[in-house]
């Protein structure tokens, strides 16, 4: 009995441990998430200047072609800013969502500060 009674205390700081480094992994992942949605935010606008710089071309140069003669091609490109446009604007306003969400999880964690300053007092 009394050798069950001693290793209760070394089972329950393994315990501990355990889940102290269970939340840590945790907290890292949200992190590494958050990363991956600022490189896609990153993204989204780079995407979102190609329609802009187009455009500008395309106005910038208006004086050495006619409307009329090119307007097939104006046309597919003014197809191809809106396509593009959609495409940064969705990557955009998705990862502002995702990222807010990770600042959600983020914050539901329980004192941050006190787990790393436990975890690292440990070792």
């Keep these: 009995m009394t050798n069950l009674a001693a290793e209760t205390p070394d089972l329950d700081e393994h315990t501990?441990?355990?889940n102290l480094r269970t939340s840590l992994a945790f907290i890292r992942t949200i992190?590494?998430?958050k990363r991956t949605h600022l490189a896609e935010l990153r993204t989204g606008i780079g995407i979102l200047t190609i329609p802009?710089?187009?455009?500008?071309?395309?106005?910038a140069t208006s004086n050495y072609y006619s409307v009329s003669h090119v307007l097939g091609f104006i046309i597919g490109l003014i197809v191809g800013i809106i396509l593009l446009f959609l495409i940064g604007g969705y990557l955009v306003v998705s990862s502002l969502r995702k990222i807010r969400l990770d600042d959600h999880l983020r914050l539901k964690c329980d004192d941050l500060s006190h787990l790393v300053t436990e975890f690292n007092s440990e070792q």
């Design 16 to 18: 501990r441990q355990s």
């Design 31 to 33: 992190d590494a998430e």
């Design 52 to 59: 802009l710089s187009l455009l500008t071309i395309l106005i």
